[in-house]
């Protein structure tokens, strides 16, 4: 079979981690014996096979961010690379036999007036920023007219969609709920060396929906001296880094430091020394909070304890993770210093993931899509 894969995100380089997860999901698919064509957001590269549309929407702190921060002023880069997008899909299409989008908006829209079986996967910016938008309902009504199969990361986004078009509850219950998949003998292999003093890890872009501020804010509550190391780049990195100073005024037993963006060679060294790993995030005020972070899936295959906020997709990882009240400084410190003090056995933090190979959910998903082959044939 012959798959499109449409996504706005995907490896600019053999390390990059941004899209690493798409790609994978790629390669699994060709050991699955398919031949995959992929057509992603970013700068033109030559040699990897990729069609590549250039856009400024999906770099530093993403699309649903930017939108969040200036509607208006990127509605029209927002339609037009859509339109690119749609235009890129619909040459193509005539070849494929199936199309796999990663995210609603824009990639599955884009697939729309084609007549290829599609797979639509829902990762939770898209559907927040959709819902915040109120075009949610329409989207989905239209996934549904198109004969599409769905795919959310977490339960808390496909009961979030049945909340919104009750009427598509039916179709939307039978959707496949499915955490992307995990490079999980890659990430088991990571060499453990936890650093003294402990290292509190967090692999995230700097934006608020990661509430990086809530981490600062417990720093000063540790009871242990500690080390932050932030990898990850964003709009919000100026004003944490201000933050940051501070704490370590008030607190100079938590030093912290800001690593910038990272490739995924560093991410694993960064796994390797961290004690915990920690996934602070919020609920914004428009209710828009995390699908299911990689970051969190990857410490626990590589056997790292992960502290994370009560939200979204994040509540679905207990009791492997220990969670949290979000925006509680003080209870996220309160577990920090539990799991650092008497960590769980890797071995169980890695089986709680066992699940999640790749091999294992890209079958998954190919049978997840089989519906809509059926009905298109």
Sequence with gaps: MRIGLVTTSYPRSEHDPAGSFVAAHARALRTLGHDVDVIAAGPRSAGDGVVRLPSTLFERGGAPDALERAPLALVGPAISFSARLAAAVAIRARRWDAIVAHWLVPSAIAAL??????????????VHTLRRARLLAPVLHALHRRGAELVFVSHELRAIAIAEVPSLAGWLERATVQPMGLDVARFAAIERAPTTPPTIAVAARLVPVKGIDVLLAAAARL??????????????????ERRAARIRELARRADVQFLGSVDTTERDRLLG???????PSRVLPGGRTEGMPMIAL?????????????????????PAARLVRPEDPGALAAAIDAVIAAPP????????????AWERVALRLCEASAPATRRDA
């Design 113 to 126: 007036p084609t007549r290829v079986p599609l797979l639509a996967i829902a990762h939770g910016g898209d």
């Design 223 to 240: 009871r242990r001296e500690t080390r932050i190391v932030i990898a990850g780049d964003g709009p919000a990195r100026d004003e944490l």
């Design 273 to 279: 020394r961290a004690s915990v790993v920690v996934v």
């Design 298 to 318: 990857e410490a626990l295959a590589a056997g790292v304890p992960v502290v994370a906020s009560e939200v979204g997709g994040l509540r679905e990882l207990a």
């Design 345 to 356: 056995p890797a071995a169980v933090l890695k089986a709680a993931v066992d699940h999640l």
